[in-house]
């Protein structure tokens, strides 16, 4: 029996982001991570991602980001460290806001659920909400991946009106949605998911 497909939003990114032809590779991989036992030791930005929520949740001053890229063990160190030098970065951003806890769900995109998980929520003076994905590899994406990842996210939630907000952390840069035909990024939203379903049944 063949395993329903129900990637993450970081994995559909990086499907999403691949040119045409390496999607074939990423979706293998994506499929290997789907059945295989979840390791930590393998997931390169776990101690990361975790570090990131708990500093918007605890001190806010970037200081358990920090600590856990001193930490890092060497093959992690200059990867760890250039995304605790960005994380200062970013969070002056957040300096009047407060943390609000997210709670995780799954978007389903023309019959593909992907699981939706975002590291928190900041509220600022006004009661503006920001949700909050944090992504951390140093591959670039492109804006028609960014604009369809804050689309997922918005799909996922659609009766709240918090912004995405997608942190590109390598490159201190936060992404929210831009004005514009919502109609083409869900067109193209739709054409990756059937793409995805298509290559996954194959």
Do not use: C
């Not at 993450?8 to 499929?31: M, Q």
């Amino acid at each position: 029996m063949m395993l329903e497909p129900r990637p993450n939003l970081g994995s559909f990114i990086r499907f999403a982001n691949a040119t045409e032809r390496a999607r074939g590779t990423a979706l293998r991989l994506i499929r290997t991570q789907s059945v295989a036992e979840y390791s930590p030791v393998t997931d390169y930005w776990k101690r990361m991602r975790d570090a990131t929520k708990k500093d918007r949740r605890t001190t806010r001053d970037g200081s358990t980001v920090f600590a856990t890229a001193a930490n890092a063990t060497q093959s992690k160190q200059a990867g760890f460290s250039l995304v605790a030098r960005r994380w200062a970065e970013i969070i002056p951003r957040w300096e009047f806001s407060l943390y609000e806890a997210p709670v995780a769900t799954v978007a389903n995109i023309n019959g593909l659920e992907v699981a939706v998980n975002p590291r928190f929520i900041e509220v600022d003076a006004n009661g503006v909400r920001e949700r909050a994905f944090v992504y951390f590899n140093a591959t670039v994406l492109s804006a028609a991946t960014i604009a369809v990842a804050l689309r997922v996210i918005e799909i996922a939630y659609p009766d709240d009106h918090a912004i995405p907000t997608l942190i590109d952390v390598q490159r201190s840069k936060l992404h929210t949605p831009r004005s514009g035909s919502r109609m083409r990024i869900d067109d193209q939203l739709n054409l990756l998911s059937e793409e995805f379903l298509t290559r996954w049944a194959a």
